[in-house]
């Protein structure tokens, strides 16, 4: 059974730090993606990263896939009150099942 | 221009009913999913259809039976409804498989 390890679990910041989010697996993905999650909404989809070693970037967001494809990490650059929200990686997609790993709520305060 | 819907958003209901939850999305997607998100945040899926054939089926209790009329349409009927169901159930759509969009849940207690 595949598994996504998230970390950390919770994490409550102010306003304008940097922090960093990590998602480990001991199984290879194909792809690996992340979410963010508001209270009482649907997982939105921030990227998609495919390739080994891939970095990708979204406005303050800078997401990495690992060069052998098992981890995965966000860093988030000035955090502002409206990246609160639950981030979650998922791997897999296309013929094989997404897994999610557990998720890390961000808390930014002002 | 909703992308993928659900219906209802709340649902309260007692042990040993049954009920369904509605999804449909107006995206093109021929792929549609069902997920659970349990108290602790985890989502995990329950079922996928591709062009109205089953092609992922979890270990989800026989109690569980989706139904796909077309391919903009995905609905869950739950028999017997017990405590442990109590969760938010998410649909959610792709094309060909690739990046799934989530509909805004249906969040389900079981008193």
């Known amino acids: 059974t595949q598994l996504l390890e998230q970390s950390p679990q919770f994490l409550s910041i102010q306003e304008g730090e940097n922090l960093t989010v990590y998602c480990n697996s001991s199984s290879v993905f194909s792809s690996l993606q992340w979410y963010r999650q508001e209270p009482g909404e649907g997982p939105v989809l921030l990227v998609t990263v495919v390739t080994g070693g891939e970095v990708k970037k979204l406005k303050r967001l800078t997401f990495q896939f690992g060069d052998a494809r098992k981890d995965s990490s966000l860093h988030i650059t000035a955090a502002q009150p409206g990246d609160t929200g639950l981030y979650l990686c998922?791997?897999?997609?296309?013929?094989?099942?997404?897994?999610f790993g557990k998720g890390t709520k961000l808390t930014v305060n002002p | 221009d909703t992308a993928v819907s659900q219906t209802p958003k709340y649902l309260v209901t007692q042990m040993g009913n049954d009920k369904s939850i509605k999804c449909e999305q107006n995206?093109?997607?021929?792929?549609m999913y069902w997920y659970k998100q349990d108290s602790k945040k985890f989502l995990k899926i329950m079922f996928s259809y591709n062009n109205k054939e089953l092609i992922i089926n979890e270990t989800v209790p026989n109690r569980f039976s989706p139904k796909s009329p077309d391919k903009a349409h995905l609905n869950l009927h739950i028999n017997s409804l017990e405590l442990g169901d109590s969760a938010v159930y998410f649909c959610a759509s792709s094309r060909d498989r690739g990046e799934q969009y989530f509909g805004p849940g249906t969040r389900l207690t079981v008193t």
């Open positions: 995206l093109g997607h021929d792929t």
């Open positions: 998922a791997g897999g997609g296309g013929s094989e099942k997404l897994v």
